[in-house]
């Protein structure tokens, strides 16, 4: 199959959306890339219904988002195309992953739920969209999360050398890549999304700027310790996990009350993401000697200091080294997931997420053309 393909993904972190244009002939490469960063408005919205906190009726705030975002993720499509002077007729789709706005994929009735209505993105667009990449993988019992491996794999595992891929969203996740082995890979837990709570909090800003606050602090190890008991980080692979467990009820109640300068708390949030990511991949992956990070977290340098103090013998560096900036690696995962889907191939891997099989993802919303 020809043609080009568009990935769009909001994470948890609900910054914007990151929009990639793929071409997939002769060989997978990024040629255009946008990010429209989500009004505030907006993004305090998704952050509010995906606490549980927002104002109204649900199933109106839900609605309406879902359609509201669904219009913006179609305008981060068409500047894409503008600004590359593509015509939306060589797009042959868009991948959509849309916003989770919630994910519990250990509840009794599983579920997780992505917003962003794909019929609008369909009909604004003119181009076919796939979307709902998550929700078969959970029919088939497995998390549904984290989807990124499979990616991981076509663009970066190496023949002869063992590879880790670090994705440090609002929530980060591994993927491990050991050369002729089986991909596995897990959410291991919070990435950016205690430091951004604690830095809309404390510095009035979305987040700690190349972790700048936490660098002016020092870890707090009775808080850094309260924080590791969580019983998510010691819990077997599959898992996958959201800002429904990691969340400012979880800091307050490691917090017990206590007083700890605000600093100190960046610095301690700091080294909990770092921590957990290095235990991980100790724990799972303890011959690898390279691991490559992606998503956001890439740019927090004090982050990427401490992650690489917590390993020492690994060399920690971002995916860029391996082609793709780390802004990127995570839409043109969704652009490769839609062509897989549409050439109806599996888009899951068991050995990562748990379902019972592998399985084609995601559902096609036709162009209308
Ligand atoms: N210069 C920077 N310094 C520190 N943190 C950054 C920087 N740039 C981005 N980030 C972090 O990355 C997050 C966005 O990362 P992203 O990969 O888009 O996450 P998600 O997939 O959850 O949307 C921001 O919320 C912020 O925490
Ligand atoms: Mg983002």
Same mark, same amino acid.
């Given at each position: 199959?020809?043609?080009?393909?568009?990935?769009?993904?909001?994470?948890?972190?609900?910054?914007?959306?990151?929009?990639?244009?793929?071409?997939?002939?002769?060989?997978?490469?990024?040629?255009?890339?946008?990010?429209?960063?989500?009004?505030?408005?907006?993004?305090?919205?998704?952050?509010?219904?995906?606490?549980?906190?927002?104002?109204?009726?649900?199933?109106?705030?839900?609605?309406?988002? #879902?359609?509201?975002?669904?219009?913006?993720?179609?305008?981060?499509?068409?500047?894409?195309?503008?600004?590359?002077?593509?015509?939306?007729?060589?797009?042959?789709?868009?991948?959509?992953?849309?916003?989770?706005?919630?994910?519990?994929?250990?509840?009794?009735?599983?579920?997780?739920?992505?917003?962003?209505?794909?019929?609008?993105?369909?009909?604004?667009?003119?181009?076919?969209?796939?979307?709902?990449?998550?929700?078969?993988?959970?029919?088939?019992?497995?998390?549904?999360?984290?989807?990124?491996?499979?990616?991981?794999?076509?663009?970066?595992?190496?023949? &002869?050398?063992?590879?880790?891929?670090?994705?440090?969203?609002?929530?980060?996740?591994?993927?491990?890549?050991?050369?002729?082995?089986?991909?596995?890979?897990?959410?291991?837990?919070?990435?950016?999304?205690?430091?951004?709570?604690?830095?809309?909090?404390?510095?009035?800003?979305?987040?700690?700027?190349?972790?700048?606050? &936490?660098?002016?602090?020092?870890?707090?190890?009775?808080?850094?310790?309260?924080?590791?008991?969580?019983?998510?980080?010691?819990?077997?692979?599959?898992?996958?996990?959201?800002?429904?467990?990691?969340?400012?009820?979880?800091?307050?109640?490691?917090?017990?009350?206590?007083?700890?300068?605000?600093? #100190?708390?960046?610095?301690?949030?700091?080294?909990?993401?770092?921590?957990?990511?290095?235990?991980?991949?100790?724990?799972?992956?303890?011959? =690898?000697?390279?691991?490559?990070?992606?998503?956001?977290?890439?740019?927090?340098?004090?982050?990427?200091?401490?992650?690489?103090?917590?390993?020492?013998?690994?060399?920690?560096?971002?995916?860029?080294?391996?082609?793709?900036?780390?802004?990127?690696?995570?839409?043109?995962?969704?652009?490769?997931?839609?062509?897989?889907?549409?050439? =109806?191939?599996?888009?899951?891997?068991?050995?990562?997420?748990?379902?019972?099989?592998?399985?084609?993802?995601? &559902?096609?919303?036709?162009?209308?053309?």
């Amino acid at each position: 199959m020809t043609g080009l393909f568009i990935g769009l993904i909001s994470g948890t972190s609900a910054d914007g959306i990151d929009a990639v244009l793929m071409d997939f002939a002769p060989a997978p490469r990024i040629t255009a890339t946008h990010f429209s960063s989500y009004p505030d408005t907006v993004r305090q919205r998704v952050l509010q219904l995906s606490a549980g906190r927002h104002t109204g009726d649900p199933i109106d705030e839900l609605g309406g988002l #879902d359609v509201e975002l669904g219009e913006l993720f179609a305008a981060a499509a068409l500047a894409l195309l503008e600004q590359s002077g593509t015509p939306a007729s060589r797009v042959r789709a868009i991948g959509s992953h849309g916003q989770t706005v919630r994910h519990r994929p250990r509840a009794r009735h599983p579920f997780t739920l992505q917003i962003a209505d794909p019929n609008v993105i369909a009909a604004r667009t003119g181009i076919t969209v796939a979307a709902d990449f998550r929700r078969r993988d959970v029919a088939l019992g497995g998390q549904g999360a984290p989807l990124l491996p499979a990616f991981h794999r076509v663009a970066f595992a190496a023949p &002869a050398e063992e590879r880790v891929v670090a994705n440090i969203g609002g929530i980060s996740n591994i993927t491990l890549l050991p050369p002729g082995g089986e991909v596995r890979g897990f959410d291991t837990g919070p990435g950016n999304v205690f430091m951004d709570l604690w830095s809309r909090e404390h510095l009035g800003t979305p987040f700690d700027k190349n972790g700048d606050f &936490a660098a002016g602090g020092k870890v707090d190890e009775t808080l850094l310790a309260a924080l590791l008991a969580d019983g998510y980080y010691a819990a077997p692979p599959p898992k996958s996990t959201g800002p429904e467990h990691f969340n400012r009820g979880m800091l307050d109640a490691a917090l017990t009350g206590r007083r700890v300068a605000p600093a #100190d708390v960046a610095a301690t949030l700091a080294q909990l993401t770092a921590r957990s990511i290095a235990d991980a991949v100790r724990k799972h992956s303890p011959a =690898a000697r390279m691991l490559y990070v992606c998503g956001g977290g890439a740019h927090n340098l004090h982050l990427m200091t401490r992650l690489a103090g917590c390993l020492p013998g690994v060399n920690v560096a971002s995916t860029e080294a391996l082609g793709i900036h780390p802004d990127w690696v995570e839409a043109a995962g969704f652009a490769w997931l839609a062509r897989e889907t549409l050439e =109806a191939r599996p888009g899951n891997l068991p050995s990562v997420t748990g379902a019972g099989k592998s399985t084609v993802l995601g &559902a096609i919303y036709p162009s209308g053309k």
